[in-house]
C-alpha cells in the first residue's frame, strides 16, 4: 500500500516538476519571443503569412542553423569553432574548382564533404595533440582556409555547376518545403537525440563541466573533442553545399562573418559559453527567431545592418534579464 | 640557446629578423631604413590596438568590439570635422577617445555588474557598434574631400622626420609601458588575470579591473579610429571591418596568453610589427596579395603552439621544484 503511495504521488510530482521546470526554462522565454516576433512580423506586412513567403524565409537560417547545432555541441564542450564561415568558403571554392574539371553533382558533393571533414580534422588535431586553446588555433585557421579558398579563386567567381547540383539549395520536398527545411529539422532531431540519449551527448555536457573529472570517470576527452570539431567541418561542407546550390556561384568571401552570427544563434540558445549547459531546443528556436527577424525586417526594407544591432540588442537584453530578474526577485524577499 | 627559447620576446625579435633578412635577400630595398620606418608606421594603428586588447586579455577577458568601436569613433571624428571644420583637432582627438572610453565602458559595466561572459558581451555591442554607424550616416561615405585640410594632414605631418601616426604609437607604447610596469592597475591587471581568486583576497576588484581595461581598449580603440579614418581619408560603415581578428591574432603571437595573466608590452607591441612586416613583405617579394591570408593563418598557429609550449615549460619547473622539497 505504502509502495503504490509513493509510486501515485511520485508520478504526478515528476511532471509537475518538468512542467515547471520548462514554464522557468531558457526555451520557455525563446518561445515567448519567437511568438512575439511572429505576430510582429505578420501585423507589419500582409504578405508575411503567405506560405511561401513562409517558406522562403526558412532560407535565412538553415544554412547557418545546421552548421549552429554542431558549433553548440563544440561549445557545451568548452571550446569554440571560428573557422567554420572559412570552411564553408574553402568547401564552396574546391566543389567550385572540382565542378570546373568536369565532376559530377555526387562527386561534388564528395568532394565537398571531405574538404569539410579535412579541415575539422586539423582543428581537432590542433586542439586535442597540441592542446592548444580553440580560440586562437580557430583564429589561425580561420585566416587559413579561406586563404587556400583566395589562392584557388582570386578575385574570380565559379558559375559553372552541373544542372541537378541546384536541387541541394533550390528543391522543394513537399510542396512548399524545401530541401533545405526537411535537411534543418532532420540534424535538429538528429542532434537532439545524439547530445540528449547517447553517451557520447553526455561525455560532452561532462567535459564542459569539468574536463579533469570527465578524464578521470573515463571519458575519452581528446576522442571527443576530435569528433566534435570533425562534426562542425562536416556540418559546415552540408551548409556549405546547400548555399552554393543556392546561390549558384562562388566566391571566395562566400559566407564572411557567419563564425560570429552563428555564436550568437548557439548563445542565444541558451547554450552557456562556458560549456556545459545547453540543448539542441533552444539554438533551433534562437535559429528560427534570427530568421524571423532576417525576414521580417526585409519585408520593412530594413537593411541587414540594422537588424544586426537588433540582434545584438536581444543577445545582451535576453542574457542580462534573468541576471537582473533573479536579482530583482532577491532583493525583494530579503 | 635555452634562454632565447623560453624569453618569448627575443624569439619574436629573433624571428622578425630573420624575417626581414629572408626578405631582404629577394628584395635589397625592404631593408632600408626609409623603408623600414614605412613598415612601423603602417603597423602603428595595429600597435596600438594590440595593446589596448592586452590589457582586456590579461584580466581573462576579449574585446571583439575594438574594430565597430573603432570605426563608429572615426565615423563620428569624420562626422565632428563635416560639422565643425574648423574646430581644432586635438578636440576632434579627444572626442573620439571619449566615445571610445564611453563605449569601451559599456563593455566593461555589462562583464562587471551583470558578469555576462565577455566573449557573449563584446559579441553583441560588436553588431551594436557597427549598426549604429549605419543609423548615424545612412549608410553614406565621408570622402577625401569632405574632410578638412588639417584634419587630414596631423597622421602624415613630419615631427623629427618620422611621421606623426608613428610617434602616436610610441607615445601609447610609452604610457603602457608606464601604466602595465608601474602602476597600481597594471598590477592588478596581471593580478586578476593570473588567478582571479587570489586577486580577491589581495583587495583587488576583479570586476572593476575588467572595467578599466574594457575602457583602456575603448578608448585606444578611439584613438585609433580618427587616426584609420584621417589617415586613409575616408570613413564608411565597413571601415576596419574583421580587423579585430588582427588584433587578437598581433596579441597571441606576442606571446599574451588568452588564458589571461601572461603577456607584456614589447611582446605585444612585437607581434603587431611580425603581422606588419609580413602584410608589407609579402607583395614586394612577388607573392600573390590573395596568399597574405593564408599565409598570416599558418603564422598564427606556429606561433600558438610556441607558445603553449613555453607556458607548459613553465608549469612543469615549479612542480619539479615543489616536488624537490
Known amino acids: 500500500m505504502a509502495d503504490a503511495n509513493i509510486k501515485s504521488r511520485h508520478i504526478p510530482d515528476r511532471l509537475q516538476g518538468r512542467g515547471a521546470r520548462f514554464l522557468k526554462s531558457w526555451e520557455s522565454l525563446l518561445v515567448v519571443v519567437a511568438i512575439l516576433i511572429f505576430i510582429a512580423n505578420s501585423l507589419a506586412s500582409p504578405y508575411f503569412l503567405d506560405p511561401w513567403n513562409l517558406s522562403d524565409a526558412t532560407f535565412n537560417f538553415t544554412e547557418k542553423a545546421m552548421i549552429a547545432f554542431a558549433m553548440a555541441m563544440v561549445i557545451m564542450a568548452g571550446e569554440i569553432d571560428l573557422s567554420v564561415a572559412a570552411i564553408v568558403a574553402l568547401t564552396s571554392t574546391t566543389m567550385g574548382y572540382a565542378a570546373t574539371q568536369g565532376f559530377d553533382t555526387p562527386a561534388l558533393v564528395v568532394v565537398g564533404l571531405a574538404v569539410g571533414l579535412v579541415c575539422g580534422a586539423i582543428n581537432g588535431l590542433l586542439v586535442t595533440r597540441l592542446g592548444l586553446p580553440s580560440i586562437v588555433v580557430t583564429i589561425g585557421t580561420m585566416s587559413l582556409f579561406r586563404g587556400i579558398a583566395f589562392i584557388i579563386l582570386g578575385d574570380q567567381a565559379f558559375t559553372e555547376y552541373p544542372a541537378s547540383f541546384s536541387f541541394f539549395g533550390q528543391g522543394y520536398v513537399w510542396w512548399v518545403f524545401s530541401f533545405e527545411f526537411c535537411l534543418f529539422l532532420g540534424f535538429a532531431g538528429f542532434y537532439a537525440l545524439l547530445l540528449h540519449k547517447t553517451n557520447f551527448g553526455r561525455a560532452v555536457y561532462a567535459i564542459g563541466n569539468n574536463q579533469t573529472a570527465a578524464l578521470f570517470s573515463g571519458v575519452r576527452v581528446a576522442r571527443v573533442k576530435f569528433t566534435l570539431f570533425l562534426l562542425t567541418g562536416l556540418m559546415s561542407a552540408i551548409a556549405s553545399i546547400c548555399l552554393t546550390s543556392r546561390l549558384g556561384s562562388t566566391r571566395p568571401s562566400i559566407a564572411l562573418g557567419w563564425e560570429l552570427e552563428i555564436v550568437t544563434m548557439v548563445v542565444l540558445g541558451g547554450v552557456s559559453i562556458l560549456g556545459g549547459s545547453g540543448t539542441i531546443g533552444g539554438v533551433m528556436l534562437a535559429a528560427l527567431i534570427m530568421g524571423m527577424v532576417t525576414f521580417g525586417f526585409g519585408l520593412l526594407n530594413v537593411p541587414g545592418i540594422v537588424m544586426s544591432i537588433f540582434i545584438g540588442l536581444l543577445l545582451i537584453s535576453v542574457i542580462a534579464l534573468p541576471i537582473l530578474y533573479t536579482r530583482f526577485k532577491r532583493r525583494i524577499t530579503q | ?325
Open chain 2, 1 to 325: 640557446m635555452n634562454v632565447l627559447l623560453r624569453n618569448r620576446e627575443a624569439l619574436l625579435v629573433v624571428a622578425i629578423l630573420v624575417l626581414v633578412a629572408l626578405i631582404a635577400t629577394r628584395f635589397p630595398g625592404f631593408v632600408e631604413p626609409a623603408n623600414l620606418g614605412r613598415v612601423y608606421n603602417d603597423t602603428s594603428i595595429l600597435i596600438i590596438l594590440a595593446l589596448g586588447q592586452m590589457a582586456v586579455i590579461l584580466t581573462r577577458c576579449i574585446d571583439l568590439s575594438m574594430a565597430a568601436n573603432l570605426a563608429l569613433c572615426g565615423m563620428v571624428a569624420g562626422l565632428i570635422n563635416l560639422a565643425y571644420p574648423d574646430l581644432p583637432i586635438p578636440f576632434v582627438i579627444l572626442a573620439a577617445m571619449a566615445l571610445g572610453a564611453a563605449l569601451g565602458s559599456i563593455n566593461g559595466l555589462l562583464v562587471w555588474k551583470l558578469e555576462i561572459p565577455p566573449i557573449v558581451v563584446t559579441l553583441g555591442t560588436l553588431t551594436i557598434y557597427r549598426g549604429t554607424i549605419f543609423l548615424l550616416t545612412n549608410g553614406q561615405w565621408i570622402n577625401a574631400h569632405q574632410m578638412s585640410e588639417t584634419f587630414k594632414r596631423l597622421p602624415r605631418a613630419d615631427l623629427l622626420g618620422i611621421p606623426t601616426l608613428s610617434w602616436f604609437s610610441i607615445l601609447i607604447i610609452a604610457i603602457m609601458f608606464v601604466v602595465m610596469g608601474r602602476t597600481a592597475l597594471g598590477r592588478a591587471f596581471y593580478a586578476v588575470g593570473g588567478n582571479p581568486h587570489a586577486a580577491v583576497y589581495t583587495g583587488i576588484d576583479v570586476g572593476r579591473t575588467r572595467f578599466f581595461a574594457y575602457c583602456l581598449s575603448g578608448t585606444l580603440a578611439g584613438l585609433a579610429g580618427y587616426l584609420w579614418v584621417s589617415r586613409y581619408a575616408v570613413a564608411y560603415v565597413d571601415i576596419a571591418l574583421g580587423f579585430e581578428l588582427d588584433i587578437i591574432a598581433a596579441c597571441v603571437i606576442g606571446g599574451i596568453s588568452i588564458a589571461g595573466g601572461i603577456g607584456s608590452v614589447p611582446g605585444a607591441v612585437l607581434g603587431a610589427l611580425f603581422l606588419g612586416v609580413i602584410k608589407n613583405a609579402l607583395p614586394v617579394i612577388n607573392i600573390s596579395p590573395f596568399a597574405q591570408m593564408a599565409i598570416s593563418g599558418t603564422v598564427i598557429i606556429i606561433a600558438v603552439a610556441v607558445n603553449a609550449r613555453a607556458e607548459r615549460r613553465k608549469g612543469r619547473v615549479i612542480l619539479k621544484k615543489a616536488e624537490a622539497h
